[in-house]
């Protein structure tokens, strides 16, 4: 089965930085996107960043010039680093893989469970 395990979550202060990693861990045929999303109290889930096979990089306006994503293929891992953060900022960060199973012909997109970021005083 495949499996995502995200890590690097915690409590930061205003200003501060973390970041989450997501190792897509099992046996599948392929990769293609890696994303973050995340859920804040109160607000439907959103897309966060998004980064192709080939390193091309979208990132959701509230995030654009403080969170950066990046993946290394040979690793199967795609990370988050996230730059001087605010309270809104305060949410679960989760990952997402399209992946194309083992002997499927069509793409799913797995998630993993989810990591705590509260960025407070």
């Known amino acids: 089965q495949v499996q995502l395990v995200e890590s690097g979550g915690g409590l930061v202060q205003p200003g501060g930085s973390l970041t989450l990693s997501c190792v897509v861990n099992g046996t599948f045929a392929a990769l293609n996107f890696m994303n973050w999303h995340r859920q804040r109290p109160g607000k439907e889930p959103e897309l966060v960043a998004s980064?192709?096979?080939?390193?091309?990089?979208d990132y959701a306006d509230l995030v654009r010039g403080r969170f950066i994503i990046s993946r290394d293929n040979a690793k199967n891992s795609v990370y988050l680093q996230m730059n001087n953060l605010e309270p809104e900022d305060t949410a679960v960060y989760l990952c997402?893989?399209?992946?194309?199973?083992?002997?499927?012909?069509?793409?799913?997109?797995?998630w993993g469970q989810g990591t705590q970021v509260t960025v407070s005083s």
């Open positions: 980064i192709t096979v080939g390193g091309r990089q």
């Open positions: 997402n893989v399209l992946i194309r199973p083992t002997g499927a012909a069509d793409w799913t997109r797995y």
